[in-house]
Nanobody, 126 residues
Framework: HVQLVESGGASVRAGGALRLSCGASGSIYGDACVGWFRQVPGKEREAVAAIYTGGGSTFYADSVKGRFTIVLGSGRNTMDLQMNDPKPEDTAMYYC???????????????????WGQGTQVPVSS
């Protein structure tokens, strides 16, 4: 069983920077795809970014491309989301999720990720 814990959520001003971290523990062996998703009340959860550790393929939503970067964290089994130049529309609850397979074009498919964290809130003020 895999447990995921997000951290780093905090209030940030537009144009600033914030780094979210996803720590994983439990039955983690071999390569995996780590995805970051976000959700605001009343809207569907949407994919933000993902990385496949076997080779380092990365995937980004058009809305965050060039501003957000998914990177290996400083801790063991951690994967971070570096948020540069956040905008008020980036305000959301951010979740990390893990699946075993290389997602390819399916990296945004929420149902393909069996393991999820509880989320960390990121309010972005203008």
């Amino acid at each position: 069983h895999v447990q995921l814990v997000e951290s780093g959520g905090a209030s940030v001003r537009a144009g600033g920077a914030l780094r979210l971290s996803c720590g994983a523990s439990g039955s983690i062996y071999g390569d995996a795809c780590v995805g970051w998703f976000r959700q605001v009340p009343g809207k569907e959860r949407e994919a933000v970014a993902a990385i496949y550790t076997g080779g380092g393929s990365t995937f980004y939503a058009d809305s965050v491309k060039g501003r957000f970067t998914i990177v290996l964290g400083s801790g063991r089994n951690t994967m971070d989301l570096q948020m540069n130049d956040p905008k008020p529309e980036d305000t959301a609850m951010y979740y990390c999720a893990v699946q075993r397979l290389h997602p390819g074009v399916r990296w945004k498919v929420i149902g393909d990720y069996p393991h999820w964290g509880q989320g960390t809130q990121v309010p972005v003020s203008s």
